[in-house]
C-alpha cells in the first residue's frame, strides 16, 4: 500500500494517435507525440514506484475542426481506456474524455463514462476552443458531474491565441491556461455552487498558489465577493505535483493548499522519464505519493497492485 498513486498520466492509443495526425496534430501542446503502449506504461510504472496510474488523453482531447467526429472519438478512446482498467484493475484506471464545447454530448459521455464504464471521473481542457472552465455555458455539464459527484482532472490545452516562437506552450502556456481556468471556476462561484465535484488541477496549479491572493483581489474587485472566501476556493482545488514537485515550487504549493489536497503526478509519457525521475527526488512523501489520492478515489484503498 505504498506505491505511488500517479493521477497524471497520459495514454495515447494507437487509434487516438492516427486520428490526431490526420488532422496534422503532430505535437500537441509543442510535444511529439510519443511512443506508448500499456506494457511500456507498466515497465515505466515499475521502475519509478508507481503502483497505480489513472490515465487520460491530453490536449486537444476529442474536439477537433467542427467536432463532428468528437463523440465517435471520445466514445472509442473511452471504452479502450476502461477495457485497460478492467483487465488491470490494481494497475490502471481512467480519466473519461469528453466533448466540450459540445455540452450536450459531453453531459451524454460523460453518464455513459461515469454509469456504464466505471471511470474514476472525467478530463476536463482548461479552455474548449476559447471558452474556458466556469462559463456560463458550460452548467448543465457542471450540474451533471455534480449529481455523480465526480473527480474533474482539468488539464491546459493551447492557449487561444497565438503562440510564441521559442517558446513552446508546455513550458509557459500551459501554467497560464490552467491559471485561467481556475479563475474563471472561482469568479463564477462553481465550487460553491457544484460542491460535489473535486477538481483536480494539473501542474500544482500553474500560477495558483503564486498568485492567489492577487486572483482574489481581483475576484473582489469584479464581484464584491469576500476575498478570503475566494481564496478558500482556489485553497480548496487538488493540485498534481506533475513537472511540479521542485525544492522552490512544492513548499510554496504545500503551504497554499488545503491538507491533503496534494497528488502525485508524472505526466509520463510527454514528460520523458528522466523529467519523471527528477521531480520524483523532491516529491518523496507518502500523504503526496499515495494516501491522498486513496481519500479521493476510495476504490484505491484495497487496490490489488498487479
Known sequence: MTGRIDVHQHLVPEPYARWLQSHGVDAPGGRPLPAWSPAEALELMDRQGIATAILSLTTPGAFLGDGSDAAYVARQANEYAAQLAADRPGRFGFFATLTLPDVKAAVAEAAHALDELSADGVMLLANSHGAYLGDPAFDPLMAALDEHAAVVFVHPAQLPGPTVEGIPPFAADFLLDTTRAAFTLVKHDVPRR?????????????????AAHRLAITVFGDTGRDPNQVLANLAGFYFDTALSASPAALPSLLAFAKPGHVLYGSDW??????AVTYFNTWADDDAINHRNARELFPRLKEAPHA
Open 194 to 210: 457544484f460542491p460535489n465535484i473535486r477538481f483536480i488541477l494539473s501542474h500544482a496549479g500553474g500560477f495558483v498558489p503564486y
Open 269 to 274: 509519457p510527454f514528460a520523458p522519464e528522466l
